[in-house]
């Protein structure tokens, strides 16, 4: 059973949502702040987090900064009052799949909660042995495992499959709705630029300086290339 962690302040949210997802064969904890949540993580496995920007004098994209370095677990933000395309912007940059205005169809986010879990790959160790090796990274498919110079780099579900698209077609100018396909990005209808967001993300983790993209770069009009040489390789079997 995937195991859900909403954190909202308002108690009446926190339990509708608490009470709603259980119905449906998942397992919710609730938590008013981030004070309970190192204690949840050091126990217990979570498939995904919900989390409500305001908490009092907490800001949610705190949370949501330290748990996307931390972990590839998919994060949904709600938000009463936060509704700009800047605040959208900054939360999806930070690492979270979604965003979603109060109030909303508590149906609604179920689907969303639904396709998220669905969207995060499974670990294939053992079964898909790719190993892709570009400008002194490396990237282990099957343990989705990025290294460089001896040093794991995490990666969010949606940037695992974006880097991946673009190793699988280097030098190859792929257009965004390719990357949205590639990357199963599912909220694309809701916020158009989700596949620059998620470019920007990866260019922070690969790039020596994003502001000036040497790896990913931009075909403006039409979407990103991989300006690298891959080699690709296979795993041995354990």
Not at 122 to 133: E, H, N, P, V
Request: zero cysteines; hydrophobic letters at 40%; charged letters at 30%.
């Amino acid at each position: 059973m995937k195991h859900v962690l909403v954190i909202d302040d308002d108690s009446a949210i926190r339990d509708l949502l608490t009470e709603y997802l259980s119905q449906h064969a998942l397992r919710v904890t609730g938590l008013s702040d981030s004070h309970g949540l190192q204690r949840v993580l050091s126990t217990d496995e979570v498939d995904l987090f919900i989390i409500d920007l305001n908490l009092g004098r907490e800001d949610g994209l705190d949370i949501v900064r330290h748990l996307s370095s931390t972990s590839d677990r998919p994060i949904i933000i709600i938000s009463g009052d936060r509704l700009e395309e800047a605040d959208k912007v900054i939360g999806l940059e930070l690492g979270a799949v979604d965003y979603i205005a109060k109030p909303f169809g508590i149906r609604e986010l179920l689907a969303r909660v639904r396709v998220s879990l669905r969207s995060r790959p499974a670990l294939q160790t053992g079964k898909d042995r790719t190993i892709f090796r570009f400008e002194g990274w490396e990237l282990d498919v099957g343990l989705r495992r990025l290294v460089h110079g001896g040093v794991e780099r995490r990666l969010t579900a949606a940037e695992f499959n974006l880097l991946t698209a673009f190793l699988r077609a280097p030098r190859q100018v792929l257009s965004r709705e390719q990357l949205l396909l590639a990357s199963r990005v599912h909220n694309q209808e809701v916020f158009d630029r989700s596949i620059d967001v998620l470019v920007l993300r990866l260019r922070r983790k690969l790039e020596a300086d994003p502001a000036r993209p040497r790896l990913i770069r931009t075909e403006r009009g039409v979407g990103y290339m991989l300006a690298a040489d891959v080699e690709v390789v296979r795993r041995h079997k354990v």
